[in-house]
Nanobody
Framework: QVQLVESGGGLVQPGGSLRLSCAAS????????MGWYRQAPGKQRELVAN???????NYADSVKGRFTISRDNAKNMVYLEIDSLKPEDTAVYYC???????????????WGQGTQVTVSS
């Protein structure tokens, strides 16, 4: 069993900051990547940022320069530092991990339950 749990969401004013955290736990052999997706009401889920275990990083164009992803590989943690928040950042933010539970398994995606980020004055 693998579980991803997010925390750190909340209500913040435009221009404010948040730090989201995600912990992966359970039977984990190896993690390829961890990242963050978000889904606003009525919209498709979209990639915000992800980070490979080897160190490479991807960001959505809309968040470049404002969001920073980091990982603690030893603790199976991923973080998202969010600065200069805009109302359009309002969404449920989901943690994602692509991992193997054993060396013989395929790489599979696992998801957290989501944490709400609301940007409003």
């Amino acid at each position: 069993q693998v579980q991803l749990v997010e925390s750190g969401g909340g209500l913040v004013q435009p221009g404010g900051s948040l730090r989201l955290s995600c912990a992966a736990s359970g039977t984990i052999f190896s993690i390829w990547a961890m990242g963050w997706y978000r889904q606003a009401p009525g919209k498709q889920r979209e990639l915000v940022a992800n980070k490979m275990s080897g160190g490479s990083t991807n960001y959505a164009d809309s968040v470049k320069g404002r969001f920073t992803i980091s990982r603690d590989n030893a603790k199976n943690m991923v973080y998202l530092e969010i600065d200069s928040l805009k109302p359009e950042d309002t969404a449920v933010y989901y943690c994602n991990a692509r991992l193997k539970k054993s060396w013989t398994d395929r790489w599979d995606d696992y998801w957290g339950q989501g944490t709400q980020v609301t940007v409003s004055s």
